[in-house]
């Protein structure tokens, strides 16, 4: 996977081929696509006799038989009705296969990204991956509901066509045949141009749906700054680059269109003027020739419709492409094979054995370098150290949203790499520094943390986080909505709200990272009790910059350029001098606290 800017770089659909992408999410529904397959060909057949009943009824005129030429009426109304049926059941079946197949797809694309670690959401905008699962999606639902139906029912009347029109009069078929080249021609060099195009203007609208993603989750940022103008700017530049490149290939289908519809019906007014001449030359019927104009229009129809769809079928091949590529991406965080099960219950002993650890995107710089450390079961260990100095970074590898390039993490003796994700997360509890708050009520906010919680449970893990007053204080109070990214909260009370989730969560292993540090003095000493009491009889890892908050730790680990400078307790490390008594010498002697 590779961001927007790349897009150039990423291979080109070579053809329509590429829609064999969307067969797995095509198979399940097998019955309802041979019904479909059974209405189209019994539509398009219909739609083959039709002409015949016509000529029956034209030729008919000239008899004196009355009660025949009633049958031939009413033989071509109820093929008329058989026909509007049969479409109708054709309509229904591909329609709701169409967005049956899209809902799958995107339900597969959503769990495969939120299965992904962080290191993907480094490589792509968010905003991308939204354009994905919609315009892309979208497009496939034109091909699938519509597309794909139509064409097959033009292949059909084009090929029963050309059989009936010979069957009508060869002559005149041979005459139609030699306009073909000419048509099929310019379907394919202009097709190549359109898919390379079509894959160019889906690149275009991700890049700026990501553009817009990240301008509006940061609104506030980018008005505080005065930077609207810039980012409207940025955003108007990508769209006109969208727009240009969609101008590009409308202008190269609209004139592919033009030559096949002009050489198609060209071709039909000559045959009609040699076929008008033989009419009147008695060597075939006024039906006859009525029959054969009905044919060659529903033959040219096909022809223009196929060229209509052609263009199609290249802009979902690209969309297919980008979501198969998307569903296909490489995550080296993966869970075991034949994963281990975590020792129950869990004691929350935490062990890092020679740990080296550098980001993706930073391959040339060691987050951390050869760190060991153990954390006994219900020990509170604080890490503290300047910022970049590895701190968060001990947290995202004890979640594995990331794994170490050498050395392990073991979790009650058994390495994070043995262990399904999903199973050693159950028994952590995370406050993160910039705490998530979910656009829904405060209730279910907090209710995150363990979705079978009761009401009661909500409002006790409220009241130990120092949230209760000021949720219920809200015009609905727990049921209140909080907006998106909890915009209805200062930072301090979202900051509250996420340590309540955690309580609620009552996991063995606690997770702090600077859970405390948007708080007030008043409302820090609150949390700080309730953090204390949560943390007695769980292993509680603190990372934190405030030094008053850990001062009461079992251990403190002192980070400093991706190693530890230091381990012990608070009184210990400022007599030991060093790193840590410069930090507390800086916080508590000069008020920075």
Same mark, same amino acid.
């Given at each position: 996977?590779?961001?927007?800017?790349?897009?150039?770089?990423?291979?080109?659909?070579?053809?329509?081929?590429?829609?064999?992408?969307?067969?797995?999410?095509?198979?399940?529904?097998?019955?309802?696509?041979?019904?479909?397959?059974?209405?189209?060909?019994?539509?398009?057949?219909?739609?083959?006799?039709?002409?015949?009943?016509?000529?029956?009824?034209?030729?008919?005129?000239?008899?004196?038989?009355?009660?025949?030429?009633?049958?031939?009426?009413?033989?071509?109304?109820?093929? %008329?009705?058989?026909?509007?049926?049969?479409?109708?059941?054709?309509?229904?079946?591909?329609?709701?296969?169409?967005?049956?197949?899209?809902?799958?797809?995107?339900?597969?694309?959503?769990?495969?990204?939120?299965?992904?670690?962080?290191?993907?959401?480094?490589?792509?905008?968010? /905003?991308?991956? =939204? #354009?994905?699962?919609?315009?892309?999606?979208?497009?496939?639902?034109?091909?699938?509901?519509?597309?794909?139906s139509v064409a097959l029912r033009n292949v059909l009347i084009l090929f029963g066509?050309?059989?009936?029109?010979?069957?009508?009069?060869?002559?005149?078929?041979?005459?139609?045949?030699?306009?073909?080249?000419?048509?099929?021609?310019?379907?394919?060099?202009? *097709?190549?141009?359109?898919?390379?195009?079509?894959?160019?203007? &889906?690149?275009?609208?991700?890049?700026?749906?990501?553009?817009?993603?990240?301008?509006?989750?940061?609104?506030?940022?980018?008005?505080?700054?005065?930077?609207?103008?810039?980012?409207? !700017?940025?955003?108007?530049?990508?769209?006109?680059?969208?727009?240009?490149?969609?101008?590009?290939?409308?202008?190269?289908?609209?004139?592919?269109?033009?030559?096949?519809?002009?050489?198609?019906?060209?071709?039909?007014?000559?045959?009609?003027?040699?076929?008008?001449?033989?009419?009147?030359?008695?060597?075939?019927?006024?039906?006859?020739?009525? &029959?054969?104009?009905?044919?060659?229009?529903?033959?040219?129809?096909?022809?223009?419709?196929?060229?209509?769809?052609?263009?199609?079928?290249?802009? %979902?091949?690209?969309?297919?492409?980008? =979501?198969?590529?998307?569903?296909?991406?490489?995550?080296?965080?993966?869970d075991p094979t034949r994963p281990v099960a975590l020792p129950r219950p869990v004691?929350?002993?935490?062990?890092?054995?020679?740990?080296?650890?550098?980001?993706?995107?930073?391959?040339?710089?060691?987050?951390?370098?050869?760190?060991?450390?153990?954390?006994?079961?219900?020990?509170?260990?604080?890490?503290?150290?300047?910022?970049?100095?590895?701190?968060?970074?001990? =947290?995202?590898?004890?979640?594995?949203?990331?794994?170490?390039?050498?050395?392990?993490?073991?979790?009650?003796?058994?390495?994070?790499?043995?262990?399904?994700?999903?199973?050693?997360?159950? #028994?952590? !509890?995370?406050?993160?520094?910039?705490?998530?708050?979910?656009?829904?009520?405060?209730?279910?906010?907090?209710?995150? *943390?363990?979705?079978?919680?009761?009401?009661?449970?909500?409002?006790?893990?409220?009241?130990?986080?120092? !949230?209760?007053?000021?949720?219920?204080?809200?015009?609905?109070?727990?049921?209140?909505?909080? *907006?998106?990214?909890?915009?209805?909260?200062?930072? /301090?009370?979202?900051?509250?709200?996420?340590?309540?989730?955690?309580?609620?969560?009552?996991?063995?292993?606690?997770?702090?990272?600077? %859970?405390?540090?948007?708080?007030?003095?008043?409302?820090?000493?609150?949390? &700080?009790?309730?953090?204390?009491?949560?943390?007695? *009889?769980?292993?509680?890892?603190?990372?934190?910059?405030?030094?008053?908050?850990?001062?009461?730790?079992?251990?403190?680990?002192?980070?400093?350029?991706?190693?530890?400078?230091?381990? /012990?307790?608070?009184?210990?490390?400022? !007599?030991?001098?060093?790193?840590?008594?410069?930090?507390?010498?800086?916080?508590?002697?000069?008020?920075?606290?």
């Amino acid at each position: 996977m590779s961001d927007s800017s790349g897009s150039e770089d990423r291979p080109k659909a070579k053809k329509v081929g590429a829609l064999r992408g969307l067969v797995p999410f095509l198979a399940p529904y097998r019955g309802m696509m041979g019904l479909a397959l059974m209405a189209l060909i019994m539509t398009a057949s219909v739609s083959l006799i039709l002409p015949l009943a016509v000529r029956r009824v034209v030729d008919g005129f000239n008899t004196a038989d009355v009660a025949l030429l009633d049958k031939y009426f009413g033989a071509a109304l109820g093929i %008329a009705a058989l026909l509007a049926v049969g479409t109708g059941l054709r309509y229904y079946l591909v329609t709701r296969l169409g967005e049956r197949v899209v809902a799958d797809i995107r339900r597969a694309l959503f769990d495969r990204v939120m299965g992904m670690s962080p290191a993907f959401f480094e490589r792509i905008m968010t /905003g991308e991956v =939204l #354009s994905r699962i919609t315009t892309d999606t979208t497009l496939i639902l034109s091909v699938i509901g519509s597309s794909v139906s139509v064409a097959l029912r033009n292949v059909l009347i084009l090929f029963g066509g050309l059989a009936l029109l010979f069957l009508t009069s060869g002559k005149l078929t041979g005459l139609v045949l030699l306009v073909v080249p000419a048509i099929v021609v310019p379907i394919i060099v202009l *097709g190549r141009k359109l898919r390379r195009l079509s894959r160019e203007n &889906q690149d275009w609208i991700a890049a700026s749906s990501g553009s817009a993603s990240e301008a509006l989750s940061s609104v506030q940022t980018v008005q505080a700054f005065t930077h609207e103008g810039a980012t409207q !700017a940025e955003f108007a530049d990508l769209t006109e680059k969208s727009f240009s490149s969609a101008k590009t290939r409308i202008k190269t289908r609209a004139v592919m269109t033009v030559i096949v519809i002009f050489l198609t019906f060209a071709g039909i007014v000559g045959v009609l003027w040699i076929g008008a001449r033989d009419v009147r030359g008695g060597a075939m019927t006024v039906g006859a020739l009525i &029959q054969f104009v009905i044919y060659a229009v529903m033959v040219a129809g096909a022809v223009g419709a196929l060229s209509e769809i052609w263009g199609e079928l290249q802009r %979902a091949a690209g969309a297919t492409e980008r =979501l198969v590529e998307l569903l296909n991406t490489d995550d080296a965080i993966k869970d075991p094979t034949r994963p281990v099960a975590l020792p129950r219950p869990v004691k929350g002993e935490i062990a890092f054995e020679d740990v080296t650890f550098r980001y993706p995107t930073r391959p040339d710089t060691s987050a951390l370098n050869g760190v060991s450390l153990r954390v006994a079961p219900g020990e509170t260990v604080a890490l503290v150290g300047p910022s970049g100095a590895g701190k968060t970074t001990i =947290l995202q590898l004890l979640m594995r949203f990331y794994d170490p390039q050498s050395g392990q993490i073991t979790l009650d003796g058994v390495a994070l790499t043995d262990l399904a994700r999903a199973d050693f997360r159950r #028994s952590i !509890a995370l406050v993160p520094q910039d705490p998530v708050i979910f656009a829904t009520s405060a209730r279910e906010n907090i209710r995150f *943390g363990r979705p079978g919680a009761t009401d009661a449970e909500v409002e006790v893990a409220a009241k130990a986080a120092a !949230a209760h007053d000021f949720l219920a204080a809200l015009p609905q109070g727990y049921d209140s909505y909080l *907006g998106e990214r909890g915009v209805m909260l200062s930072g /301090g009370q979202k900051q509250r709200v996420a340590i309540a989730r955690a309580i609620l969560r009552d996991a063995p292993i606690l997770l702090l990272d600077e %859970a405390t540090s948007a708080l007030d003095a008043e409302s820090e000493l609150l949390v &700080q009790a309730a953090v204390e009491k949560l943390a007695e *009889g769980r292993t509680t890892l603190v990372v934190a910059h405030r030094l008053a908050t850990v001062k009461r730790a079992d251990r403190i680990v002192v980070f400093d350029q991706g190693q530890i400078a230091a381990i /012990g307790t608070h009184d210990a490390l400022v !007599a030991e001098g060093g790193l840590y008594a410069r930090l507390a010498r800086l916080q508590f002697t000069e008020g920075l606290v």
